[in-house]
């Protein structure tokens, strides 16, 4: 298996992932938007990105979402399109479903 081909499948996991984690939410109560919990979920283990950054991949992530857009494509856009990269992808649109009520 080539590198693109293992790292393709690692973000196809990681996309499955956030759909089922996005699944698990979808059912809850729409929690109020706290940008505050969302940075504080994300900004110890992702150091290289600034809180606007973030907050506003965030809101993106929200927009998509609302807008009918799976969290495997969401999760996907920020990691192609944003440069996030799959991880950080993940741990973006999982926090925006918890903290910021989409």
């Known amino acids: 298996m080539s590198s693109y081909q293992r790292s393709r499948a690692a973000g196809l996991l990681a996309a499955s992932a956030t759909g089922a984690c ?3 939410f979808v059912g809850a ?5 706290d940008t505050a919990s969302f940075l504080a979920a ?3 283990r992702h150091t290289s990105w600034t ?9 993106t992530a929200c927009s998509m979402i609302e807008r009918g857009t799976p969290a495997s494509e969401v999760t ?10 799959v991880a950080l992808a ?3 649109v999982s926090a925006a479903v918890v ?4």
């Open 22 to 24: 996005v699944a698990l």
């Open 29 to 33: 109560a729409p929690a109020a938007a």
């Open 76 to 85: 996907d856009h920020l990691d192609r399109e944003r440069g996030f990269g």
């Open 51 to 59: 809180s606007q950054e973030l907050s506003t991949a965030g809101h």
């Open 99 to 102: 903290h910021l009520g989409c």
């Open 42 to 44: 994300l900004e110890d």
């Open 90 to 92: 993940f741990d973006i």
